[in-house]
């Protein structure tokens, strides 16, 4: 993996992560980072220059894939060695140290992944203060078999007989788990033992440094050219569009396409608070009559997201063409989409951030690409929009797919129903505020069933629309549970929806959990 951070100009204590692909090498730098000391990670193939550049105050070599017991694999440079400071070696990290220090690794045909029981049996500056026995997460296929000379052994579970060792003489440690990981007990303490007690840093790093960092580097990649971005009024584009203002100011042009299919207000928002409050250049495309043409007479799912995609494309592109001379194009690229796309870093398997679900722009608009969030994760990137100036309800906002209420109505997308929807939709999401019950789901949204339904209203048969309220609760969006969101409350907004929306004669509540629904009902 490759991280686009380069030195600050004011030298802060570093700690250094050197990468060697593990998937979990990004969460080891976030950890440092919460503990208020700065963290960078670079490959594990670091030039001399480079690392002395950076001065760092420890360094932590991550996990990875490959087996030392293969010829052709990573290794530690020795400027590491070199440098004489402290060293953090964790699973593959561990068995590159003991295997460059002597010991021996062996593959073990079984793969050990979950939690083990770790026995502190030695006194480490890593395991101050703490219980000696630990439950902590495990995940590797190597183990180390025989100590390195001058390594002590620390720690041990029943499958890995060494799993913490430490140098005799040097701040050189390892462990064969994963401290980064939350499922590992008081690993943010480990962590810090290290940061902190090993390495001696100051927890003196602030999102601020970040901001003035990123700018930084903005202005050394762009040398004063102008920079497109695709605003989508999400919370990656709408930070990203803050930081390259600060960074660039009216340089960075932005374009806005409103497809007819965003929340009511939506794009107002986007506007006001782009345009008018921050005085950005942002081009308003008001596409939504092209987005419903190409969508009329479309029922099936698939179909609307490939056309929602494709159009997003080719509105993008016209108006990009009319700019002349951009060579960059913007991207809120955070680090999960790093993961999701390529699963790799490298320049080969870079994908275009697929937001509206699209397999990438067309060869001729190929531009260089921006992403200075791209090592970040989604809370850090709402923390930086707070530091940004952003609006609160614009960062707190509930997740919004790409094709928007393309797929919220089930069917085929006319502007009736998405006027009705919108209707719907933001009734449910007021009174979700107004009950302080907003922030306890994770997202809440209306969907625009495809039946009709008979109602009366009055004295009056009503025979028409279904309306139905989704609302969940999960961590990371893969699992949810439904909502058990109060009878009363549920009953006020029904009644609201019913009363207020005339084509609408009955609200439904969705029990479902995921697996086996799916959050979007599509
Ligand atoms: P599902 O419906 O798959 O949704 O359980 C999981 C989460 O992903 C969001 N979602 C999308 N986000 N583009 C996006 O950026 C999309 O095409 C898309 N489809 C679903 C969904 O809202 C939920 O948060």
Request: charged residues 25%; contains cysteine.
């Amino acid at each position: 993996m490759v991280a686009n951070l380069s030195s600050t100009s004011k030298q802060i204590d570093t700690i250094l992560v050197l990468d060697f692909g593990s998937q979990y090498t990004q969460l080891i730098a976030r950890r440092v980072r919460e503990s208020d000391v700065y963290s960078e990670i670079l490959p594990w193939d670091i030039n001399e220059n480079k690392i002395k550049s950076i001065n760092p105050k420890g360094i932590i070599l991550s996990g990875g894939p490959d087996s030392v017991t293969d010829n052709y694999t990573p290794r530690v440079p020795q400027i590491v060695f070199d440098l004489n400071i402290p060293i953090l070696g964790i699973c593959y990290g561990m068995q590159t140290l003991a295997e460059q220090f002597g010991g021996q690794v062996i593959s073990s045909k079984k793969k050990e992944f979950g939690y083990s029981e770790l026995n502190v049996t030695a006194d480490c500056i890593l395991f101050s203060n703490l219980d000696k026995t630990l439950n902590v997460w495990m995940s590797h296929g190597d183990q180390v078999q025989d100590l390195p000379d001058n390594f002590d052994l620390v720690a041990s579970t029943s499958s890995a007989p060494i799993a913490a060792m430490q140098h005799s003489t040097k701040l050189i440690f390892a462990l064969q788990f994963h401290p980064e990981v939350t499922h590992t007990d008081d690993g943010r303490t480990i962590l810090d033992n290290f940061i902190f007690k090993v390495c001696k840093a100051n927890p003196d790093w602030k999102m601020d440094d970040l901001i003035g960092q990123r700018i930084q580097e903005i202005k050394n990649q762009t040398e004063n050219n102008k920079v497109l971005l695709g605003l989508s009024g999400g919370v990656d584009s709408s930070v990203t569009a803050a930081l390259l203002q600060k960074a660039i100011g009216n340089k960075l042009v932005c374009v806005f396409v409103d497809n007819g299919l965003l929340r009511k207000g939506e794009a107002e928002e986007v506007m006001n608070t782009f345009k008018e409050n921050m005085n950005l250049n942002v081009i308003k495309s008001d596409s939504e009559d092209v987005f419903l043409r190409h969508l009329k007479g479309v029922e099936d799912p698939e179909q609307k997201r490939k056309i929602i995609g494709r159009t997003f494309i080719d509105v993008f592109d016209a108006e990009s063409k009319k700019l002349k001379k951009v060579h960059f194009l913007a991207q809120g690229t955070i680090y999960p989409d790093v993961i999701e796309s390529s699963g790799s870093e490298s320049k080969e398997a870079r994908v275009i951030k697929s937001h509206h679900n699209v397999g990438g722009l067309p060869d001729e608009m190929k531009m260089d690409l921006v992403e200075p969030l791209r090592d970040l994760f989604k809370d850090e990137v709402r923390k930086l929009g707070v530091e940004l100036g952003l609006p609160s309800e614009m960062l707190n906002r509930h997740p919004f797919p790409g094709p928007g209420l393309g797929v919220r109505i089930l069917g085929e997308v006319t502007k009736d129903k998405t006027t009705i929807l919108k209707e719907a939709d933001h009734i449910f999401i007021e009174e979700l505020i107004k009950a302080d019950l907003y922030k306890m789901v994770s997202q809440a949204f209306a969907v625009f069933l495809p039946v009709k339904s008979v109602g009366v209203v009055g004295d009056e048969r009503r025979y028409a629309e279904v309306i139905g309220l989704r609302a969940v609760e999960t961590v990371d969006f893969m699992t949810a549970r439904w909502a058990h969101l109060p009878y009363d409350f549920l009953e006020h907004v029904s009644g609201r929806i019913v009363n207020e929306i005339e084509q609408v004669s009955r609200v439904v509540y969705d029990i479902s959990s995921k697996p086996p629904a799916t959050i979007e009902w599509e």
